[in-house]
């Protein structure tokens, strides 16, 4: 909701991105900031949620579906966050596209076709920009309004805005926006991995310290196979749930 007052302030042009940010009124320059820094508190939230999950056996039957609802949440909550992150377009966005991107083309086969698609096309650039912006708009941040609106509705709570609170502290931190990025920047790996994919960064030089050739193995193999356990956790071992969580 945060974000709705940037949109028709914001300039989805690769040239004019960084610089409308920069723009912004005070209480926009708000806006941004809470938008910002709540977009990595959902993903720590949700990376709370899988690790409590596991931990606890929380996700056995009859929890499962609430464990792969949960599951998709922290998977547009990662979508949000990569997508989100291009959108100031300045030199560490731009590079960080620039390297996310390339690690999708290290996948055997499918890689420079998923790069090309990732990117709008063979390169970097405007299309890569607007791609992004319309699929963290138009296509994710419904999905997540929509999903609130339905949860709140069918479990409502009167002390929901409490959790406002530590929240909206967060506006008063100003969300970080480096110089404006360049073609330089545009076939650019020197971009830092941010901490979200840190962990998939570190399995890619793993593997490309055995062979260049082996770095799908940390970026796509590993993690494909992660999830995968995730989701099929339900039907591993015990079909119940503990009788600590207060299950049968």
């Given at each position: 909701v945060s974000?709705?007052?940037?949109?028709?302030m914001y300039s989805r042009s690769a040239q004019g991105a960084r610089d409308s940010l920069a723009a912004l009124p005070a209480w926009a320059?708000?806006?941004?900031?809470?938008?910002?820094?709540s977009s990595a508190?959902?993903?720590?939230?949700?990376l709370a949620f899988v690790a409590c999950g596991v931990w606890t056996s929380a996700?056995?039957?009859?929890?499962?579906?609430?464990?792969?609802?949960?599951?998709?949440w922290f998977g547009l909550f990662a979508a949000l966050q990569l997508t989100g992150h291009a959108l100031p377009w300045d030199q560490h966005a731009a590079r960080t596209v620039v390297v996310e991107s390339?690690?999708?083309?290290?996948?055997?086969?499918?890689g420079p076709t998923v790069t090309s698609l990732i990117r709008g096309g063979q390169d970097v650039g405007h299309n890569t920009l607007g791609l992004w912006f319309g699929l963290h708009v138009a296509l994710l941040a419904p999905w997540l309004l929509l999903s609130v609106w339905i949860v709140n509705k069918n479990r409502p709570s009167s002390k929901?805005?409490?959790a406002?609170?530590?929240?909206?502290?967060?506006?008063?931190?100003?969300?970080?926006?480096?110089?404006?990025?360049?073609?330089?920047d545009y076939g650019s790996f020197a971009a830092r991995p941010e901490w979200y994919v840190l962990p998939m960064h570190t399995l890619l030089n793993l593997a490309q310290r055995i062979n260049p050739s082996l770095g799908f193995l940390g970026s796509a193999l590993a993690p494909g196979i992660a999830v995968g356990l995730l989701v099929l956790l339900p039907w591993l071992g015990s079909s119940k749930a503990p009788r600590y969580l207060g299950m049968a």
């Open positions: 974000s709705l007052p940037l949109v028709g320059g708000y806006c941004r900031n809470l938008h910002h820094w508190l959902l993903l720590v939230l949700g996700y056995r039957k009859p929890n499962h579906l609430a464990w792969l609802a949960g599951l998709a390339g690690i999708a083309g290290g996948v055997p086969g499918v929901m805005w409490l406002a609170i530590p929240v909206l502290a967060h506006a008063l931190i100003a969300a970080p926006l480096g110089l404006k990025a360049t073609e330089a």
